[in-house]
């Protein structure tokens, strides 16, 4: 059971019975997401994989999402969050953007160290669109183009979100939850969705449906799913090649 136990994300917004009838419904929903999601953790094979997704669980309803900025000025809040005592419940307080939560995580998971993170960072471009996409790519992967049932990830592979409506760059990372009631869900650092939600501001770790997340882009977006850098046994990028 993850370490706050189920519950934590409704008793961070009141829990049941707070006035807003969609924001007890979004918080029931993540905390039976988040119960569900625990139980199939033993169905992941790779062991660090398995530690990665059991942190993020734990972590649903903590962060607080950020909008990327420009790099490498990011490097100091990565540097303030890796020292953050790993039980620590000022958790909820980090802000990152969605894929330096996955990077947070495999750090988390001793999957990644500090160093090559910053790393990361001291390669990119912020104010090149072009020079970030190819690092996200080449980090977090486009293997295969996610397309179920034929085409289905495992639960902690991650996907990566092509926006066709806007130059087909990757503007989002988020780890494969996988599926409950017939639902395939992501885990992921976002702000929240307004429209399913009722939650007009503000965002963190927490579950989405696929088709919710779609509809944030006007159905714009090509997902793609690779196995994670810290179990890919062939590399071909620059950054996965280091890591």
């Given amino acids: 059971m993850p370490d706050d136990a189920a519950g934590w994300f409704g008793r961070r917004f009141g829990g049941p019975g707070t006035a807003g009838g969609a ?28 530690r990665v997704m059991k942190k993020g669980i734990w972590r649903v309803g903590k962060l607080l999402w950020a909008a990327s900025s420009p790099v490498p000025t990011n490097a100091p809040r990565f540097n ?3 020292k953050t005592t790993r039980t620590t419940k000022s958790e909820q307080n980090l802000q ?3 894929w330096e939560a996955v990077l947070y995580l495999a750090y988390q998971s001793d999957a990644i160290t500090k160093a090559k993170c910053v790393n990361f960072y001291a ?31 495992n639960m902690g592979d991650i996907l990566t979100f092509e926006d066709t409506g806007n130059g087909n ?11 409950h009631t017939g639902t395939h869900y992501v885990l992921h650092n976002l702000s929240y969705h307004a ?5 007009q501001m ?17 159905n714009n977006l090509t997902i793609y799913y ?13 950054y996965a090649a280091g890591l």
Avoid: K
Wanted: proline share 5%; aromatic share 10%; hydrophobic share 40%.
């Fill in 23 to 50: 924001i007890n419904t979004f918080t029931t929903t993540q905390d039976t997401l988040q119960t569900h999601f625990d139980t199939q953790l033993a169905t992941i094979g790779n062991a660090v994989t398995r």
């Fill in 80 to 82: 303030h969050w890796c």
């Fill in 96 to 98: 990152m953007n969605c």
């Fill in 123 to 153: 390669n990119g471009n912020g104010a090149n669109p072009a020079v970030n996409d190819a690092n996200l790519r080449s980090l977090f992967g486009t293997a295969a183009v996610f397309n179920p049932p034929a085409a289905t990830p």
């Fill in 169 to 179: 760059v990757v503007n989002h990372v988020a780890l494969y939850a996988g599926v």
């Fill in 195 to 199: 429209a399913t939600t009722g939650l």
């Fill in 202 to 218: 503000g965002g963190g770790f927490h579950f989405e449906d696929i088709a919710s997340l779609n509809m944030r882009y006007n």
């Fill in 226 to 238: 690779t196995q994670p850098f810290w179990v890919a046994t062939s590399p071909t990028n620059g």
